[in-house]
């Protein structure tokens, strides 16, 4: 279930990697909060292929977890859908999407940490919550820049 997740994470940022949004720049971006990002990013990648917690097993109430993460990574693949399918501005990409804010950041952090809860892999928590702190303030920073242009 964890290689799942890591593809449905990487596979559309690798094409977005050729269709990146006019204007985007990273280069202001607040070190630390790109620190912990990256630092999340490596261990919610380790955490996902290491640990065999977060397979499928015998449904149990437990077992919503894992529907909910499930449910968070399809939404986000709906949010990929449109912003591939919109004009590409920085608006586009720092988008809500079904009242979930700045969702290119937030649900799949969101999902890794619910995959964390139904694996009950600490280091997963730990590394999603370094992901989320990271990357959505990483948004965040970004989303403020284009409301003051």
Request: with cysteine.
């Given at each position: 279930?964890?290689m799942?997740?890591l593809?449905?994470?990487f596979i559309?940022?690798?094409?977005w ?7 985007y720049?990273p280069e202001?971006?607040n070190?630390v ?8 990013e490596a261990?919610?990648c380790?955490?996902?292929l290491?640990?065999?917690?977060f397979?499928i ?8 977890w894992l ?22 501005k920085?608006?586009d990409?720092y988008s ?5 804010p700045l969702?290119g950041?937030?649900?799949p952090?969101l999902?890794?940490f619910l995959?964390?809860?139904y694996g009950?892999v600490?280091?997963?928590?730990i590394a999603a919550?370094l992901l989320?702190?990271?990357h ?5 920073q970004h989303?403020r820049?284009?409301e003051r242009?």
């Amino acid at each position: 279930m964890g290689m799942i997740f890591l593809l449905l994470l990487f596979i559309p940022n690798l094409i977005w990697a050729g269709k990146k949004p006019q204007g985007y720049s990273p280069e202001k971006e607040n070190k630390v909060l790109l620190f912990l990002e990256r630092i999340g990013e490596a261990l919610t990648c380790c955490c996902s292929l290491i640990f065999s917690d977060f397979n499928i097993h015998k449904w149990t109430a437990w077992s919503w977890w894992l529907a909910a993460a499930l449910v968070l990574m399809a939404m986000y693949e709906l949010w990929w859908i449109r912003y591939f399918r919109s004009e590409r501005k920085l608006s586009d990409f720092y988008s809500d999407f079904l009242f979930i804010p700045l969702a290119g950041a937030t649900l799949p952090v969101l999902a890794f940490f619910l995959l964390g809860i139904y694996g009950r892999v600490i280091w997963m928590l730990i590394a999603a919550a370094l992901l989320g702190i990271g990357h959505i303030g990483v948004h965040i920073q970004h989303r403020r820049e284009i409301e003051r242009i």
